[in-house]
């Protein structure tokens, strides 16, 4: 299953008890669309104690097209990544092993 925009807003808004779905929406995303527009800057985020985005370049290299076999040049290219922080994958690891209730 995957989670939505609009399911994580209502995740967040039943945690928060105050605040609407209305209002959180728009929240959301405006700080994805900052991510995205920092990142497509060249630039990397740090938000400690989750993780860091950032762009990396990806060299030129030779490829194969999986359907006909032939060798195809793949340029260099940018791509976004993404690492957990040390406390992040500690929760993470932890939440995996005990799920939580239904």
Do not use: H, W
Not at 13 to 40: C, H, N, V, W, Y
Not at 71 to 90: D, L, W
Request: net charge positive; with cysteine; charged share 35%.
């Amino acid at each position: 299953m995957n989670v939505t925009k609009l399911e994580l807003c209502i995740r967040v808004a039943k945690r928060l008890k105050q605040a609407s779905i209305a209002e959180l929406k728009p929240t959301l995303e405006i700080f994805l669309d900052e991510i995205i527009g920092i990142m497509a800057e060249g630039q990397r985020i740090e938000i400690r104690g989750f993780g860091c985005f950032k762009p990396i370049t990806r060299k030129k290299r030779v490829g194969r097209n999986p359907r006909t076999g032939d060798v195809v040049n793949i340029p260099e290219y940018t791509a976004p990544y993404f690492r957990f922080s040390r406390e992040a994958q500690k929760v993470f690891e932890e939440k995996r092993e005990k799920p939580a209730s239904l």
